[in-house]
T-cell receptor, first 116, second 110 residues
Framework: GAGVSQSPRYKVAKRGQDVALRCDPI?????LFWYQQALGQGPEFLTY????????KSGLPSDRFFAERPEGSVSTLKIQRTQQEDSAVYLCASSPLAGGPSYEQYFGPGTRLTVT | DAKTTQPNSMESNEEEPVHLPCNHS???????IHWYRQLPSQGPEYVIH???SNVNNRMASLAIAEDRKSSTLILHRATLRDAAVYYC???????????FGPGTSLSVIP
C-alpha cells in the first residue's frame, strides 16, 4: 500500500530563496509531524498537526519556518529566506489516530535541502 | 522530557543475535518505550514498543527491566539489512511528538 510520500526528494536553494516542501500522509491518518534531521544527528521535532489544526509548533526554529495542513491531509512546510543552517533532511510522519503514546509513526523518505 | 541513553555504536556478526541496550532512568509510569530504526538514506521505521511486559513481533523482541529503567532490543539473527541507526524513544501520554536522541549505529559484519 501507499506509504508517506514527500516531494521533492532533493532541493537545492540559494541562500535567501523561499522553499516549499510537500508531505502526502497515508490516507486517513489524523496526525502529521514534521522533523528536521541534520547530518549525523537524530531527527528533531518541528511541528504537529491533528487534522488541520496545528497543535504544537514548539520545534520550529524561527519565524521563517511555517507549516500548514489546510484540509487535514497534505501538508506543506515552507521556509522563507533560507540560510545555510537550514540545510538538512526534512522528514514527515503520519499516525492513524490522535493522542496516545502507543501509536506508531510512519515516516516518509524525507526531502534533502541544501542551501548554497 | 525523560531522556534515553544508548551506546553510540555496536557491531555484530551476521546471523548472530544482537542486544541493543537503552537506559531511561527517569521514565515515568505512563511512558511507552518505542524503538525505531533508520536505514541509510531512508526515513525512520517503527520496530517495536512496550509498556511493562516483554514484547515480540516479526522484527524483534523488546525486553523491559522490572523497574523499567532500562530496556533491550533484541534482533534474534542479524542480517546485513539490519545495519542501521536504532533509536530508543519514550513517548509521554500528553504529547504525540517523538524525541529522538543520537541512537546506536549498528554495523553487521558478513
Amino acid at each position: 500500500g501507499a506509504g508517506v510520500s514527500q516531494s521533492p526528494r532533493y532541493k537545492v536553494a540559494k541562500r535567501g530563496q523561499d522553499v516549499a516542501l510537500r508531505c502526502d500522509p497515508i490516507s486517513g491518518h489524523v496526525s502529521l509531524f514534521w522533523y528536521q534531521q541534520a547530518l549525523g544527528q537524530g531527527p528533531e521535532f518541528l511541528t504537529y498537526f491533528q487534522n488541520e489544526a496545528q497543535l504544537d509548533k514548539s520545534g520550529l526554529p524561527s519565524d521563517r519556518f511555517f507549516a500548514e495542513r489546510p484540509e487535514g491531509s497534505v501538508s506543506t512546510l515552507k521556509i522563507q529566506r533560507t540560510q545555510q543552517e537550514d540545510s538538512a533532511v526534512y522528514l514527515c510522519a503520519s499516525s492513524p489516530l490522535a493522542g496516545g503514546p502507543s501509536y506508531e509513526q510512519y515516516f516518509g523518505p524525507g526531502t534533502r535541502l541544501t542551501v548554497t | 522530557d525523560a531522556k534515553t541513553t544508548q551506546p553510540n555504536s555496536m557491531e555484530s556478526n551476521e546471523e548472530e543475535p544482537v542486544h541493543l541496550p537503552c537506559n531511561h532512568s527517569t521514565i515515568s509510569g505512563t511512558d511507552y518505550i518505542h524503538w525505531y530504526r533508520q536505514l541509510p538514506s531512508q526515513g525512520p521505521e517503527y520496530v517495536i514498543h512496550g509498556l511493562t511486559s516483554n514484547v515480540n513481533n516479526r522484527m524483534a523482541s523488546l525486553a523491559i527491566a522490572e523497574d523499567r529503567k532500562s530496556s533491550t532490543l533484541i534482533l534474534h539473527r542479524a542480517t546485513l539489512r539490519d545495519a542501521a541507526v536504532y533509536y530508543c524513544i519514550l513517548r509521554k501520554t500528553s504529547y504525540d511528538k517523538v524525541i529522538f536522541g543520537p541512537g546506536t549505529s549498528l554495523s553487521v559484519i558478513p
